[in-house]
Nanobody
Framework: QVQLVESGGGLVQAGGSLRLSCAASGRTVSNKAMGWFRQAPGKEREFVAAISWTGTITYYADSVKGRFTISRDNAKNTVYLQMNSLKPEDTAVYYC???????????????WGQGTQVTVSS
């Protein structure tokens, strides 16, 4: 089993930055692809970013491309999401997930964290 715990969320003004972390425990995730998803109130969960286990392949949603960066430190069993130039529409609960391959498709991931709230004020 893999346990994922997100942290780093909070309240930030538009244009600001936050860095989310996803720490894994239990089994290692160094050989797993990782993804970040988000869900805003009243909306469906949506893909944000994904990274391969080597870190050499990354995918981003068009809405965050150029503003967000996904990275990982396999020695620390941790994945990060650096979020810059934040907008009010980025407000959501952000979830990290672990799976076999990097994917934009949520159901392809096997393990999920509990989420961390990100609120961007205008």
């Amino acid at each position: 089993q893999v346990q994922l715990v997100e942290s780093g969320g909070g309240l930030v003004q538009a244009g600001g930055s936050l860095r989310l972390s996803c720490a894994a425990s239990g089994r290692t995730v160094s050989n797993k692809a990782m993804g970040w998803f988000r869900q805003a109130p009243g909306k469906e969960r949506e893909f944000v970013a994904a990274i391969s286990w080597t870190g050499t392949i990354t995918y981003y949603a068009d809405s965050v491309k150029g503003r967000f960066t996904i990275s990982r430190d396999n020695a620390k069993n941790t994945v990060y999401l650096q979020m810059n130039s934040l907008k009010p529409e980025d407000t959501a609960v952000y979830y990290c997930a672990a799976g076999v391959t990097p994917s934009r498709n949520g159901p392809s991931y096997d393990y999920w964290g509990q989420g961390t709230q990100v609120t961007v004020s205008s």
